[in-house]
Structures are given as C-alpha cells and as structure tokens.
C-alpha cells in the first residue's frame, strides 16, 4: 500500500459487489484463465517451506546487537535524526521499500526543574532535592552528560510555592474520599503515588480538584514484594528497584472529556506543516508537574507524618519513614519549579513494505523507536531489536522468492512516549487507505521487559494468536510449547486493548484489527524500571533476557503470525469468538443498568429523532470506510425499536412495538438487542464454518473444474472482504460521548483509567452517569451495529 500515492486527494468511486462480479467475469475471464493456470502462487506443491526459511534466519540471532545500537544514544521522540536514517537503511537492507514520514508535532522539551522543601515561615530550605538517578559504575548507560533529565512531558511550566498533600494514586475516587474527609486540595501541591492509572490523568484530577502542582513518586509497593525491606538487593546488584529510579513519562490526558491521543494542538487530523492548530489544553494540562524516585520523596513526606488525617489502609504504600498521613504541615511548603521548551519540531516514523499479491490488503507491525531515556532497552528498544528480527526474517523469505499473498508493512513509530504522536498523526493522514486495505495491525511496544507472554487485542484474532503460539517452544526448557506456558500462566486469557500504545488509532479510530504482544515482567522477575535511565541494556541483557532468547522468540511469533496472516488464501478471522465477546460484554454492561430503568418507557422523541439522524449519517460512513461491504440500504434496520420508516420520513414516527401494541421500554430495548446479538452468533458460526470451507476448497482447486476455480476465485475475494471490514462496521462517525476521537462502539481505553479497556463505552458510560436518555441512545447504536452486520453476513 502507497499511502502517499493513494492519499492525494482524489475519490475513487467504488464499484459495488455486484457491479464487481459483472465486470470481474466479464472483463476478467481470459486474464484469469491465463492466471489460474500460470501463476506460481496457484501452485499447490509449495516450492519452500516459508516457517522454516523463518527459524533458520532467526538461528542467527541479532536482537543484542541492535539492542546495544539502540541503546547507545538517547532518542527523545523528535531527536536523532541518524538513528531514524539507520532503521530507514536496515529496512532496505532487508529488502523492504522504505520511507520517512515527517509530521511537525507539538512537543515539550526539558530545560530547567527545581524541587525544595522550605521553612514556611523563614523560607529556609530544609531539603533541596537533586532530581537525579545515580549514575552507576557498572551500568555505563546511567553515565554522561547525554542522559535525559527527568521530567514529565508536557508537563506545564511554573514555580510554585505552596503546602503539599499526599493523594494515593490521585484517581477521581480518590480526589472524591479526600473531600470526604474534609481535605482541601485547593491551592495545593498534589503528592501522588504511581499506579492504577494512566500518570497523565493524575494531573488531571489533581487540577480539577484545585492543586497548583503534581509530584508524582514511584512508591516501593508497586514492586511485587522484590524490594530491599524484602532482603533484594537494588539494581545493578540485584533485581530490585534502584532507590533513585525515576519513571519520566507524559502527562497527556488521554481519558476524559475531549481526550484524544496525537498531537495535542491537530486532535483528529494529521500534523503535516501549515495546518491550522488548536489550544491543546483540552489534552495537557496547565499545571506544572515532577516525577521523583522514592528515595528523594522520602524526606518530603515524612514531614507528614502524624499531620492531618492517617490515609485510609488501602491507601498506604511501602515507603520507610513514612506514615502515610495525608497532611498538609501547616509549617513547611514545597517550591516546585518546571522549565520546559514548549515547541512545534519534526517528528520521522520509518515506514517499510515488502509488497504482496493483494494490494488492497496490508499487514502493518509497529513498534516505536522514541524512548524517555538515552537507554530504554525495555521499552521500546525491545520491540525495536525485534522488529528488526522480524525484517530480516521476512526478508530472508523474500530472497528465497517468496512471493507474499499481502503486503507487509513494517512502521518505526516516533512520538509514541508523549501521547502516540507518530503513529496517531499517520492514522489521521492515511485513514481512508489504512481502512480500505489494512487486515490486521500488530504492535510491539515494550516486547521484552520478563518472561510473561501476554497477549491482547480484538477477539477475531484470537483463535490464530493461540494457533500460532502451539507451533514454537517457550524459550525455556520445560514449559513445553509457547501455547502451553499462555494456557498454564492466563488459561489463554486474551484481554481486549485499552490504551497506551500506538495500536489505539487503528483499533479505536479506524476499526482495524489490532495486537498487542509483549513478554511482560511478573511474579520472580526482576522489577522492570520503567521509564528510568536504569531499562538499559546492561539491565536487560543481565536481569531481563540475558542471551536476548525472548527477543528472539518474540521475533519468531510475530513472524509466523505476519506470514499467516499474509498467506492464507481466505483471511483466518475468528468472527465468531468477537460475537461470543459482544454478547459476554453486553450482559456485563447490562448488569450494570439500575433494574427500576428496564420498565422505563423510552418516550423522548429526540432521542430517537437524534439517532435516526445520526445513523443517516453512520450508514453513509460505514459504507464508505467499507467499501459498500456493510450495505446500508437498511437504515435502522430495527422495526421493533421504531415504527417503520416510511412513517418516520419526517419527524412523526410512533414508537410502538409492533407485535405488542405498547410502549417501548427499555427493557424491551435491551431484549430485542440480546435476541440480535444471539442471532450475530449463529451467523457468524456459518460465516466461519464458511471461511473454512473455502479454504479447503482452495487447497483442492486443482480438482475443480476450470469456470468453478473462477467462481470460487470471486466467492473467496468477497468472503475476504466482509472478513477484513467486519470491525470496521462497528464506528460511530459521531465518536463516543464526549471524546468523539474514539469511534469504535465496542472496544475503548477507560475515561477514568486512560490505559484499561473497556467495553460497549457509550452504554457503560451513559449508566455510570445515570443518563437515562444517552443509555436509550447507546445501546441504539450497538443495536444497529450488530443488525447491520448480521444483516451483511447472512447475505
Ligand atoms: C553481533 O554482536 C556480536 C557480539 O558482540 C558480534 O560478534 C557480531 O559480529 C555482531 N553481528 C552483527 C551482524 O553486527
Ligand atoms: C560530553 O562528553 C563527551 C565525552 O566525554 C565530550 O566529548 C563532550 O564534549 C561532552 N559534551 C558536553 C556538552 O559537555
Ligand atoms: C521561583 O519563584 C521563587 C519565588 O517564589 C524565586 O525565588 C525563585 O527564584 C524562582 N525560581 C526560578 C527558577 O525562577
Ligand atoms: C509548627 O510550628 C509551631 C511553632 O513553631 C510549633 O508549635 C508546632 O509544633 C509546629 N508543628 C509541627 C507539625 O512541626
Ligand atoms: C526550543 O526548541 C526549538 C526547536 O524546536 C529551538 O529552536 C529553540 O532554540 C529551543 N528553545 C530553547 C529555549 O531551548
Ligand atoms: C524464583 O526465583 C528464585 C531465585 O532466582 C528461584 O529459586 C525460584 O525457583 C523461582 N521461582 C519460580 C516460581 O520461578
Ligand atoms: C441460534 O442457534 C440456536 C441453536 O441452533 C437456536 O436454538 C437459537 O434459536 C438461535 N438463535 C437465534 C437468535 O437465531
């Protein structure tokens, strides 16, 4: 796929199915003859074994080496142009045709931070903190006048002077307990604890409660117990913590009200020079903000101690000294000082692609190769050294004359760290492409950080995920199969995504189906520094994956997963599993609903007047980001949620249900939406059963008579594409509620948690907030999301 190509602007008038089929066996039928019968792909003895071709380049394994390059030089997003002409080259070297994609992006640099405990009354500085990790002798990445400073990005700039409170993990819940008892934030400095949710809307929560300044600390109690007070010793001498490990990072809201991810000042379109910007303040906040490792808060807080209220037990951490009181000591204040360089500056992700057969269809693997710190051989370098893996696999296939059935695209995201910039800002550029010919989008991110495979992403995928994971070995001896460690740690738990990586445009946005793939730290492993000059290579290649064997079984999977998805003849999605999800999630979010709202009559005719509006314009939407694939000629096709259309050409329309002669209830709503969803189940049994079957028929064609291979050949193309769009259809054009950013219907990050995903969002969302008019029109949306599909799939 040539984004740049495709992208200029043209609209190309998309034949219908049946206009496809006329002119495909009118047009087509010599070419195809000649095709059918010469073309080598058609051949039924493959020539090589492509997964073999795969583990004997990756016997070799290079993932130390291109972690060490990596590692070697910081990589703040925008910075290093060389090391983005470096992967632009190894790209090519490996036989992909590549490219760098420059967005101009609204970005925050580090100049200046100050942290002081004073006197209150005689401004004495009682502690002034260095703001600093150690630099280690046996760690030289800790080492230099190149280290990052720590900080937190866009983070606003100020000094202040005020008294302090400790605020647990700064969650609404928690701003909520602290007016409960009686602590006033207002005017405050906020010191929060890492933890349960995403950092940025730390900051968040904090303004809207009043604070003038955030202080967020890594408290020991996030470590699983490997700690010093537990007898581990501290990094580089053991796996626990280092005492003055900072965790930098972004202060991006992504949650609530006007979130989105990408470049805060172009929410929704694409960063490219000369557009119009907005005031990003719906997205960053307007406080300023310090991360601190616990060994420098320490003496901060135990100024607290004994001060004001005790925090609730599940609000205290592990810090030495400290007992956790909430404060504020009317006789001490803090000075926090944040200076940054708040700056329009080119941002470059590397985009690479061996092309297939099948143009309109593309597999994409991202990583991003920004990172926080000069090292972070964790995140993101991890899945950097494995990205380049996976291209030297691949295209050692190439070399052998594989020819792929789809394209294979590789993205070296930049930006990622302060809100998904890189791979946002491309989303929104390339979007009507992406949506037309991309099957699947699979993300690395932090691909090595411990020894836990863990796997989420959209339920059509699972079935493969776990097929592919039967055919590789756990690197190590024992666990038997990659499979069988992923049944033993999660019992083949696949969670659905929320946020925090470079996957949330395409599902979340666009509707494409998306991975995320990661061998995580847990239980026994040594505590990932996050963040912290300390993910460096001398930590991963001594505590994480010494002998890079996860690298090199992570460049393994996604491999095998990339040519699986490229070569099978009928798209191996599981459309039934996502139903089977619909429905589990449905009934969750139901379950929420208060029982006294289910007799409730839906009697609001703008409701209902808003939702025919809206699904006007969804269907036109859904067809155009699907190719005509999810035909919408059955606008709202729910005649038992409304009158027929006819009568609802104007305004008047009865919403009687028909059968019954009464009222609509919501509860009658919500029974007929299960009745639907049933019913998508079945459907899509057949339409997998379907897919199989195709692809059997395929493997045998040579048995088929010459005018059967053709129909077949079209019965597959059309099959393939209801498969690749199915996601698509279940967008919102109008967004969720009121962070229209989000579009998908079904799969979203949480607006309270910004990393956590959350299921039917706007149906969740409108009961959290006893919306009772909202819910109606939510679970209207999921309706005709799933009518449409049935609709389209039982065709
Ligand atoms: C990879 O690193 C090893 C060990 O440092 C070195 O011997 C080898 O030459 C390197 N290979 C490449 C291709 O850089
Ligand atoms: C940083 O250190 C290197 C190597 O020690 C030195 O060559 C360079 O001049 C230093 N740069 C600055 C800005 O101090
Ligand atoms: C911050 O403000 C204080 C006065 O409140 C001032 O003494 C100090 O110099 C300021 N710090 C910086 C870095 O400007
Ligand atoms: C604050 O200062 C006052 C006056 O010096 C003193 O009486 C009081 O004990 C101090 N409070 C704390 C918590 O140190
Ligand atoms: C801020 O960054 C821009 C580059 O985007 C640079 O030109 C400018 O000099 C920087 N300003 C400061 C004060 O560092
Ligand atoms: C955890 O690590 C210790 C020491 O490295 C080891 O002895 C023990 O077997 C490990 N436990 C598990 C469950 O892996
Ligand atoms: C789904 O299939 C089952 C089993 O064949 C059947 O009993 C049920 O009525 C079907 N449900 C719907 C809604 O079509």
């Given at each position: 796929?040539?984004?740049?190509?495709?992208?200029?602007?043209?609209?190309?008038?998309?034949?219908?199915l049946?206009?496809?089929?006329?002119?495909?066996?009118?047009?087509?039928?010599?070419?195809?003859?000649?095709?059918?019968?010469?073309?080598?792909?058609?051949?039924?003895?493959?020539?090589?074994?492509?997964?073999?071709?795969?583990?004997?380049?990756?016997?070799?394994?290079?993932?130390?080496?291109?972690?060490?390059?990596?590692?070697?030089?910081?990589?703040?997003?925008?910075?290093?142009?060389?090391?983005?002409?470096?992967?632009?080259?190894?790209?090519?070297?490996?036989?992909?045709?590549?490219?760098?994609?420059?967005?101009?992006?609204?970005?925050?640099?580090?100049?200046?931070?100050?942290?002081?405990?004073?006197?209150?009354?005689?401004?004495?500085?009682?502690?002034?903190?260095?703001?600093?990790?150690?630099?280690?002798?046996?760690?030289?990445?800790?080492?230099?006048?190149?280290?990052?400073?720590?900080?937190?990005?866009?983070?606003?700039?100020?000094?202040?002077?005020?008294?302090?409170?400790?605020?647990?993990?700064?969650?609404?819940?928690?701003?909520?307990?602290?007016?409960?008892?009686?602590?006033?934030?207002?005017?405050?400095?906020?010191?929060?604890?890492?933890?349960?949710?995403?950092?940025?809307?730390?900051?968040?929560?904090?303004?809207?409660?009043?604070?003038?300044?955030?202080?967020?600390?890594?408290?020991?109690?996030?470590?699983?117990?490997?700690?010093?007070?537990?007898?581990?010793?501290?990094?580089?001498?053991?796996?626990?913590?280092?005492?003055?490990?900072?965790?930098?990072?972004?202060?991006?809201?992504?949650?609530?009200?006007?979130?989105?991810?990408?470049?805060?000042?172009?929410?929704?379109?694409?960063?490219?020079?000369?557009?119009?910007?907005?005031?990003?303040?719906?997205?960053?906040?307007?406080?300023?903000?310090?991360?601190?490792?616990?060994?420098?808060?320490?003496?901060?807080?135990?100024?607290?101690?004994?001060?004001?209220?005790?925090?609730?037990?599940?609000?205290?951490?592990?810090?030495?000294?400290?007992?956790?009181?909430?404060?504020?000591?009317?006789?001490?204040?803090?000075?926090?000082?944040?200076?940054?360089?708040?700056?329009?500056?080119?941002?470059?992700?590397?985009?690479?692609?061996?092309?297939?057969?099948n143009?309109?269809e593309?597999i994409?693997?991202?990583?991003?190769?920004?990172?926080?710190?000069?090292?972070?051989?964790?995140?993101?370098?991890?899945?950097?050294?494995?990205?380049?893996?996976?291209?030297?696999?691949?295209?050692?296939?190439?070399?052998?004359?594989?020819?792929?059935k789809r394209?294979?695209?590789?993205?070296?995201?930049?930006?990622?760290?302060?809100?998904?910039?890189?791979?946002?800002?491309?989303?929104?550029?390339?979007?009507?492409?992406?949506?037309?010919?991309?099957v699947a989008?699979?993300?690395?991110?932090?691909?090595?950080?411990?020894?836990?495979?863990?796997?989420?992403?959209s339920p059509v995928l699972n079935e493969l995920l776990l097929d592919v994971?039967?055919?590789?070995?756990?690197?190590?001896?024992?666990?038997?199969?990659?499979?069988?460690?992923?049944?033993?740690?999660?019992?083949?738990?696949?969670?659905?995504?929320?946020?925090?990586?470079?996957?949330?445009?395409?599902?979340?946005?666009?509707?494409?189906p998306?991975?995320?793939?990661?061998?995580?730290?847990?239980?026994?492993?040594?505590?990932?520094?996050?963040?912290?000059?300390?993910?460096?290579?001398?930590?991963?290649?001594?505590?994480?994956?010494?002998?890079?064997?996860?690298?090199?079984?992570?460049?393994?999977?996604?491999?095998?997963l990339?040519?699986e998805l490229s070569s099978k003849e009928v798209i191996k999605f599981g459309l039934n599993d996502y139903a089977k999800d619909?429905?589990?999630?449905?009934?969750?979010?139901?379950?929420?609903?208060?029982?006294?709202?289910?007799?409730?009559?839906?009697?609001?005719?703008?409701?209902?007047?808003?939702?025919?509006?809206?699904?006007?314009?969804?269907?036109?939407?859904?067809?155009?980001?699907s190719?005509?694939y999810y035909?919408?000629?059955?606008?709202?096709?729910?005649?038992?949620?409304?009158?027929?259309?006819?009568?609802?050409?104007?305004?008047?329309?009865?919403?009687?249900?028909?059968?019954?002669?009464?009222?609509?209830?919501?509860?009658?709503?919500?029974?007929?939406?299960?009745?639907?969803?049933?019913?998508l189940k079945n459907i899509t049994e057949i339409f997998d059963s379907k897919s199989k079957d195709l692809q059997v028929q395929y493997d045998n064609k040579?048995?088929l008579?010459?005018?059967?291979?053709?129909k077949l050949h079209f019965l597959i193309k059309h099959h393939n594409k209801l498969t690749q769009y199915f996601e698509r259809a279940?967008?919102?054009?109008?967004?969720?509620?009121?962070?229209?950013?989000?579009?998908?219907?079904?799969?979203?990050?949480?607006?309270?948690?910004?990393?956590?995903?959350?299921?039917?969002?706007?149906?969740?969302?409108?009961?959290?907030?006893?919306?009772?008019?909202?819910?109606?029109?939510?679970?209207?949306?999921?309706?005709?999301?799933?009518?449409?599909v049935s609709?389209s799939l039982a065709v």
């Open positions: 796929m040539d984004s740049k190509k495709e992208h200029s602007g043209e609209r190309i008038v998309r034949p219908r049946a206009l496809a089929y006329v002119k495909g066996i009118a047009i087509g039928l010599l070419f195809l003859a000649a095709f059918l019968h010469f073309s080598p792909s058609f051949s039924s003895v493959p020539l090589l074994d492509p997964e073999q071709v795969i583990l004997k380049a990756l016997e070799t394994n290079l993932a130390g080496n291109w972690s060490k390059k990596y590692t070697a030089e910081s990589h703040l997003a925008g910075t290093n142009f060389g090391l983005v002409e470096w992967t632009k080259e190894k790209f090519e070297e490996y036989g992909f045709e590549s490219y760098i994609d420059t967005y101009d992006t609204y970005l925050s640099y580090p100049i200046d931070h100050g942290l002081s405990l004073l006197d209150k009354k005689s401004e004495k500085v009682l502690y002034k903190a260095p703001l600093k990790e150690d630099a280690l002798k046996k760690d030289s990445t800790s080492q230099g006048n190149d280290t990052v400073p720590t900080f937190l990005g866009y983070a606003a700039n100020g000094n202040v002077t005020a008294e302090y409170v400790y605020v647990n993990y700064g969650t609404e819940k928690d701003f909520e307990k602290l007016k409960e008892l009686g602590v006033d934030v207002t005017g405050k400095i906020a010191v929060v604890r890492y933890g349960a949710i995403f950092r940025g809307l730390k900051v968040k929560f904090a303004q809207e409660a009043g604070a003038v300044a955030v202080l967020i600390y890594s408290d020991p109690a996030e470590d699983n117990g490997i700690t010093p007070a537990n007898g581990f010793k501290q990094y580089p001498d053991g796996p626990a913590r280092h005492e003055s490990s900072v965790q930098r990072g972004s202060v991006q809201f992504l949650g609530g009200k006007g979130a989105a991810p990408g470049d805060p000042t172009t929410p929704g379109y694409a960063s490219k020079p000369g557009v119009e910007r907005q005031d990003p303040h719906s997205s960053i906040g307007k406080i300023p903000a310090l991360p601190i490792s616990y060994r420098e808060v320490t003496p901060i807080l135990k100024k607290l101690n004994g001060q004001g209220i005790k925090a609730p037990k599940e609000w205290r951490g592990e810090l030495e000294g400290y007992d956790y009181s909430i404060g504020p000591n009317a006789n001490v204040t803090l000075n926090l000082y944040n200076e940054q360089n708040f700056t329009i500056t080119p941002i470059w992700n590397v985009y690479g692609e061996i092309r297939g057969e143009h309109d593309a994409i693997i991202g990583n991003h190769r920004d990172a926080w710190i000069k090292g972070g051989a964790g995140d993101p370098n991890s899945g950097s050294a494995t990205l380049l893996e996976i291209a030297r696999a691949l295209g050692e296939l190439k070399k052998a004359g594989y020819k792929f394209s294979i695209i590789l993205q070296s995201w930049d930006g990622e760290e302060y809100g998904l910039l890189g791979s946002t800002e491309y989303g929104e550029f390339a979007a009507k492409d992406l949506q037309r010919n991309v989008y699979l993300n690395l991110d932090a691909a090595v950080t411990g020894k836990h495979l863990r796997l989420s992403g994971a039967k055919r590789l070995e756990y690197p190590e001896d024992g666990e038997g199969s990659l499979y069988d460690h992923f049944i033993k740690e999660t019992k083949g738990r696949i969670p659905n995504l929320g946020s925090g990586s470079d996957y949330t445009v395409f599902l979340e946005h666009l509707g494409i998306s991975v995320d793939f990661g061998y995580s730290n847990g239980k026994n492993d040594s505590v990932y520094q996050y963040h912290s000059n300390y993910d460096s290579y001398h930590w991963i290649s001594t505590f994480a994956d010494p002998g890079f064997v996860f690298h090199n079984s992570a460049a393994k999977y996604l491999s095998f990339s040519l619909l429905l589990k999630y449905f009934k969750e979010a139901v379950h929420e609903i208060p029982k006294e709202w289910f007799k409730k009559e839906i009697e609001s005719e703008s409701v209902l007047n808003q939702l025919l509006t809206h699904d006007f314009d969804n269907s036109a939407f859904i067809d155009e980001v190719q005509g035909p919408t000629d059955t606008l709202f096709p729910h005649p038992e949620f409304l009158a027929p259309r006819q009568c609802s050409h104007n305004k008047v329309f009865q919403m009687y249900d028909v059968k019954h002669h009464r009222n609509l209830t919501l509860g009658d709503l919500v029974h007929k939406t299960f009745h639907d969803l049933k019913q040579d048995l008579p010459f005018w059967k291979r053709i279940f967008l919102y054009k109008e967004g969720l509620y009121e962070r229209n950013w989000f579009k998908h219907v079904v799969f979203a990050s949480g607006r309270h948690t910004g990393y956590a995903g959350q299921t039917w969002p706007g149906v969740r969302e409108a009961t959290e907030d006893l919306d009772f008019d909202r819910l109606v029109k939510w679970i209207g949306i999921a309706a005709v999301a799933v009518k449409r609709v």
